[in-house]
């Protein structure tokens, strides 16, 4: 499916706010195809339902359906603008949001405050108040301290999630952990729910997009925050987002990066 273009004409501009370990779009549907991210996924339709479907699996219609990472799925919305609000897998916020949804270990529908979501969503545009943004984040789960999660594994993801620089390798993530590497990478996929590679992923794409506001193109906002080369970087943002980083990234919208521990996931935190 080829990503549908931003709408200069659309009533909102496109918003992304980029927090440590979170991201939220608000914006016109991108006509998203199959994909699988490195963290999961809240869905709003904001002026409608939407259609969620599992690859080899079902089709469901709703307002509001949350996809764990890893997952390949495709969304087609129904109306004109959606809300996207990725969450990294190692925070509370993460888990606060799943237990308000019924569903799976994959997919899960229907958000406790959904009706929030939705009128709170209709109203955040480019120009809104951090206040509200934060507020409506806030009604995805509370974002308190987590203290079910393994302190080596929050350290770890810390680790990812910092500056860019030398590599971290997973070998050394491990030591720190006090694991052999295998026992490490098992250990980390069960309190994550996805890899380390794909978490770096992740990582990485946020980094680059709160980076353009520094540099003066994508290509150059991509190496420096850690990729191999700009192909790399659209290669992996194809992949986790189903479409191509041309279509949101390239001026199109409206790009916010906050650091605020009322925000920030534990450890995860700039």
Do not use: N
Request: aromatic letters at 6%; charged letters at 20%.
């Amino acid at each position: 499916m080829s990503p549908a273009p931003l709408s200069e004409t659309c009533r909102e501009r496109a918003a992304l706010w980029l927090w440590p370990g979170q991201a939220l779009y608000v914006g016109p549907a991108l006509g998203l195809g199959f994909h699988s991210g490195a963290v999961s996924c809240l869905a709003v339709g904001v002026d409608g339902e939407f259609t969620v479907e599992v690859e080899h699996g079902a089709r469901h219609r709703t307002r509001t359906a949350w996809v764990a990472a890893r997952v390949r799925h495709r969304i087609t919305a129904g109306g004109t603008r959606m809300a996207f609000c990725y969450l990294d897998p190692a925070s509370a916020r993460e888990r606060a949001c799943r237990r308000l949804l019924d569903g799976g270990a994959e997919l899960a529908l229907d958000h406790a405050h959904q009706a929030e979501l939705v009128r709170g969503a209709a109203s955040l545009g480019a120009d809104a108040p951090l206040a509200e943004v934060r507020g409506w984040l806030e009604l995805t789960g509370p974002d308190g301290h987590d203290r079910g999660r393994d302190p080596r594994v929050l350290l770890a993801t810390a680790r990812l999630a910092g500056p860019p620089g030398q590599p971290v390798a997973a070998r050394e993530l491990a030591a720190e952990a006090g694991l052999s590497v295998s026992a490490f990478l098992r250990l980390f996929r069960a309190e994550t729910g996805t890899t380390v590679r794909r978490y770096r992923l992740w990582a990485r794409l946020v980094r680059t997009a709160g980076l353009l506001g520094t540099w003066p193109d994508l290509s150059t906002a991509a190496v420096e925050a850690g990729f191999s080369s700009p192909s790399h970087f659209s290669s992996a943002f194809h992949a986790m987002f189903g479409l191509r980083p041309s279509a949101l990234l390239s001026g199109r919208a409206v790009i916010r990066t906050v650091e605020h521990p009322a925000v920030a996931s534990g450890p995860t935190a700039g």
